[in-house]
């Protein structure tokens, strides 16, 4: 199992550019969660989605943050247009509520600065 | 919201020592997780606990659940410096599975 994926890993761009990070969970596992994390912060939950459906975006901070999952199998958050201030660490997980247990799957994160 | 308080923030020992991590909350938890985050990394399942008073083993690390579910802790024996990172406490949502994260412990260890 190749795990969470995430791409890009880093990316590097300008204020006011729309930014698209992607998600691939782990293959039969029917939750995905979104998390930003920074020093200031730690890691916030920004939105989680279960079967594809997002329950809860409470986490989401502002409306320029907007995340979908078309399928099971791919996930993004968007940021348009983005702001120094959502530079952070940004995490894709899932989980399987068939598992019997909510451990979450973490992918490597993206990286994102945004000058 | 409902959050789990961690301490301390930070630790720095010396290889060999031991390590406890506290968590604790104002409410009571259904279940309680542990995950480390090693420099650079990103967030690993460690275990969850659910029974009260709860007591689990994995290798060198001891994890217990308080007896009114409303603290865990986390022991490392005899440190090494495999053992560094930031561990984190995490409150389960229960059925909805959401995971409300500490602001975690940051352990390192001098060789």
């Known amino acids: 199992d190749a795990g969470v994926i995430q791409s890009p890993r880093h990316e590097v761009t300008e204020m006011g550019q729309e930014v698209t990070l992607r998600c691939k969970p782990i293959?039969?596992?029917?939750?995905l969660f979104w998390y930003r994390q920074t020093m200031m912060r730690g890691l916030e939950l920004l939105i989680y989605?279960?079967?594809?459906?997002?329950?809860?975006d409470s986490g989401m901070p502002e409306d320029r943050f907007s995340a979908k999952m078309p399928n099971a199998s791919f996930s993004t958050l968007k940021i348009q247009p983005s702001e120094p201030r959502d530079s952070a660490v940004y995490f894709c997980?899932?989980?399987?509520?068939?598992?019997?247990?909510?451990?979450?799957?973490f992918g490597p994160g993206t990286r994102l600065t945004v000058l | 919201g409902q959050q789990v308080m961690q301490i301390p923030q930070y630790q720095h020992v010396q290889e060999g020592e031991d390590f406890t991590t506290y968590c604790n909350s104002s409410?009571?938890?259904?279940?309680i997780q542990w995950y480390k985050q090693r420099p650079g990394g990103h967030p690993v399942f460690l275990i969850q606990?659910?029974?009260?008073?709860e007591v689990k083993k994995q290798k060198r690390l001891t994890f217990q659940f308080g007896e009114a579910k409303k603290n865990s802790s986390l022991h490392i024996t005899a440190t090494q410096t495999t053992d560094v990172g930031t561990y984190f406490c995490?409150?389960?949502?229960?059925?909805?599975?959401?995971?409300?994260f500490g602001k975690g412990t940051l352990l390192t260890v001098n060789p």
């Open positions: 409410t009571t938890l259904s279940n």
């Open positions: 995490v409150m389960s949502g229960g059925s909805n599975y959401k995971l409300t």
């Open positions: 997980a899932s989980s399987s509520q068939l598992a019997g247990s909510n451990e979450q799957f």
């Open positions: 606990l659910v029974k009260s008073g």
């Open positions: 293959s039969g596992h029917n939750s």
């Open positions: 989605f279960n079967n594809n459906v997002p329950i809860d």
